[in-house]
C-alpha cells in the first residue's frame, strides 16, 4: 500500500431530458428563489498567508476529527479558526484535499444553510487522496459545509479570500490564457528542493501591469509518484498546505491563486520528482480600469452538463457553450465578464486533455485538466467570456460538467 503524505499541520448548450432536466429546473428554481438575497455589490481580493483551516484527521474538534461520514455534511465555522479570516469574508479560496476511507463518489464544498445543489467539488471514485481548488461562499455566520457521499478524512488549506472593496483591496483582469513554464523542455523539479520562477517579464502578461497575485494552472508530469506540490510567494515561508497531489504518479493539474513574491516571482517546492508546466488565466492588481469583482451566485448551481440523455456517449473536439444566457438555469447576468467553474470530465478512456477558453478567441495552448488514466476529473477554471459563451475543447471524447457558484463583472 503506498502511503500518501499530505503535509499535516497539529493542525452549442442544449435542453436535458429526464433526470438531468429536473436536476437543472430545480436548480433554476433555487436560482429564482434566492435572487433577492444576491450580493448587489462586488467583492473584491485580498491576498493572505496560506493556512490550513480544518484538518479531521487531527483529535475532534470544530475544525478537526471526526471524519466526515458517508451521506452526510459537517459545517465548519471559518472565522473562528486560527488562520485569522475576517468575519466579513464573503468568500474564501480553499483547497480541498479528500483522504478517503475506500472510494467516494463525491464530494462537495458549499456554503452552509444553503442547499448545496447538484454541484461536485471532486470525486476519487479509486480511492485516491486528492485536491481541489475552489471558491466557497461565506454562509450563514461565515461557516461553509462540506458534504461526502463516503466516508472520507478532509484537509482544507486557505490561500485568500473576498470582502467589500476597500484601500487594500485588488481587482482581477482576465488574460488570454497562455503558457508561463514546461520544464519538460530542460529538467525536472528535483524532489524536496525548492525552485524559484521568474515570471516577470513574461509575454503572457501585458508590459506595464503589476500582478499582485497570479491566477495559475499547475500541470505536473510526474515520473512517480507524487505526494504533494505546493506553491508559494518568494521570499515568504514555505506554507504547510497543498496546492496538488498526485499519489498515482498520473499528470495532474489544479489550479492556484499564489500572490506574486520578490521581484514577482513564486517557488514551487515538490515532494518528489516532477516535470511541472504553469499556464495563466489572469491576475490580480490594484483596482483600475476593467478590474472585475467577485459576485456570488444565489444559490450553488449546474451550469451545463454535456451529456443530453442516457445514450449521450460524450463529445470531442470543439464546441460552444452559452452560460449568462437567458434559458440557463443559474439565471447567471449578461454583465459577467468571467465565470468560476469546478469543470468535471467522465471520459470513456484516455483523454489527453481540455481547454476551456472566451468564445471568438483562438484556442490557447494551454490546457485546463488532463484525465490520462481515463478518471473522473475536475479542476477550478476561471474562464473569461467576451459575449457570454465559453468554448470547450476536448482531445478525445468525453463528458463535461461546468458546476458554478461565483462569477466576475464590473
Not at 500500500?1 to 435542453?15: G, K, L, N, Q, W
Not at 459545509?145 to 470582502?163: L, N, P
Not at 500582478?211 to 505536473?220: E, G, W
Request: aromatic letters at 8%.
Amino acid at each position: 500500500m503506498t502511503i500518501i503524505h499530505v503535509p499535516r499541520v497539529v493542525s452549442s448548450f442544449r435542453a436535458l431530458v429526464g433526470a438531468v432536466l429536473v436536476m437543472f429546473l430545480i436548480c433554476g428554481m433555487a436560482a429564482a428563489q434566492a435572487a433577492d438575497t444576491a450580493p448587489t455589490n462586488g467583492l473584491q481580493y485580498y491576498p493572505a498567508a496560506s493556512c490550513r483551516v480544518v484538518d479531521t484527521r487531527n483529535p475532534n474538534g470544530p475544525f478537526g476529527g471526526p471524519s466526515i461520514q458517508g451521506g452526510t455534511s459537517r459545517s465548519f465555522p471559518i472565522p473562528q479558526s486560527v488562520c485569522n479570516i475576517p468575519s466579513n469574508a464573503g468568500a474564501y479560496i480553499f483547497t480541498v484535499t479528500a483522504i478517503p476511507h475506500a472510494q467516494l463518489s463525491l464530494l462537495t464544498a458549499y456554503p452552509t444553510g444553503q442547499n448545496r445543489g447538484a454541484v461536485t467539488t471532486l470525486v476519487s471514485r479509486d480511492g485516491r487522496v486528492k485536491s481541489e481548488p475552489t471558491i466557497v461562499p461565506a454562509g450563514t455566520n461565515g461557516a461553509i459545509s462540506i458534504y461526502a457521499s463516503d466516508t472520507t478524512d478532509v484537509v482544507v488549506d486557505y490561500t485568500g479570500y473576498f470582502a467589500p472593496a476597500s484601500q487594500s483591496s485588488l481587482q482581477f483582469y482576465p488574460l488570454t490564457a497562455c503558457r508561463l513554464v514546461d520544464t519538460r523542455q530542460g529538467q525536472p523539479l528535483q524532489g524536496g528542493q525548492v525552485t524559484n520562477f521568474s515570471l516577470l517579464p513574461s509575454p503572457c502578461i501585458p508590459s506595464g501591469v503589476t500582478p499582485l497575485s497570479y491566477v495559475l494552472n499547475f500541470t505536473v508530469v510526474p515520473s512517480g509518484t507524487l505526494s504533494y506540490l505546493t506553491a508559494w510567494p518568494t521570499g515568504q515561508t514555505q506554507p504547510l498546505v497543498v496546492t496538488l497531489t498526485d499519489p498515482t504518479g498520473t499528470i495532474v493539474a489544479n489550479m492556484g491563486i499564489v500572490p506574486a513574491g520578490q521581484n514577482g516571482d513564486i517557488s514551487v517546492y515538490p515532494s518528489n520528482n516532477t516535470n511541472l508546466i504553469i499556464d495563466i488565466t489572469g491576475f490580480f492588481g490594484v483596482p483600475g480600469a476593467g478590474g472585475l469583482s467577485l459576485y456570488n451566485t444565489a444559490q450553488p448551481c449546474h451550469a451545463y452538463t454535456s451529456q443530453r440523455n442516457v445514450f449521450d456517449t460524450g463529445f470531442s473536439q470543439r464546441i460552444v457553450i452559452p452560460v449568462s444566457v437567458p434559458g440557463n438555469p443559474c439565471g447567471l447576468p449578461s454583465t459577467a465578464q468571467a465565470f468560476v467553474f469546478n469543470a468535471t470530465v467522465s471520459p470513456p478512456g484516455i483523454l489527453p486533455y481540455l481547454t476551456l477558453w472566451a468564445d471568438t478567441e483562438t484556442q490557447p495552448v494551454v490546457a485546463n485538466l488532463e484525465a490520462v488514466d481515463g478518471s473522473v476529473t475536475s479542476n477550478m477554471a476561471i474562464v473569461p467570456t467576451l459575449n457570454n459563451y465559453v468554448d470547450a475543447f476536448a482531445a478525445n471524447t468525453t463528458q463535461l460538467s461546468l458546476d458554478i457558484m461565483n462569477y466576475f463583472a464590473p
